[in-house]
Nanobody
Framework: QVQLVESGGGLVQAGGSLRLSCAAS????????MGWFRQAPGKEREFVAA????????YYADSVKGRFTISRDNAKNTVSLQMNSLKPEDTAVYSC?????????????????WGQGTQVTVSS
């Protein structure tokens, strides 16, 4: 059974930092692009960041570029999102996703596998 389990969410003041982690189990994800999406209340889910299976390529939404950094450890089947300079508009449920193939496929079409999400709240 494939599972993606996120951790690391919480409440932080504007300008602060959080680090999200996603632990994958049930299969090997070394050929999968992995990434993060978020959904704020009353809004559609939006792409945040993605990383290729080799970790050689990354892609970020314009709204988080320069503030967020995605990384992965294939030996541990984990992907992380370091979030710095957080803003109240970053408040959302953040979900980990995985999709075989290219990272732009994940960015455009979402994941074949999804985690349940972790809440990130940024207070002003």
């Amino acid at each position: 059974q494939v599972q993606l389990v996120e951790s690391g969410g919480g409440l932080v003041q504007a300008g602060g930092s959080l680090r999200l982690s996603c632990a994958a189990s049930g299969r090997t994800f070394t050929t999968y692009a992995m990434g993060w999406f978020r959904q704020a209340p009353g809004k559609e889910r939006e792409f945040v960041a993605a990383i290729s299976w080799s970790a050689g390529s990354t892609y970020y939404a314009d709204s988080v570029k320069g503030r967020f950094t995605i990384s992965r450890d294939n030996a541990k089947n984990t992907v992380s999102l370091q979030m710095n300079s957080l803003k109240p508009e970053d408040t959302a449920v953040y979900s980990c996703a995985a999709r075989p193939g290219q990272l732009h496929h994940l960015r455009n079409w979402g994941g074949n596998y999804w985690g349940q999400g972790t809440q990130v709240t940024v207070s002003s």
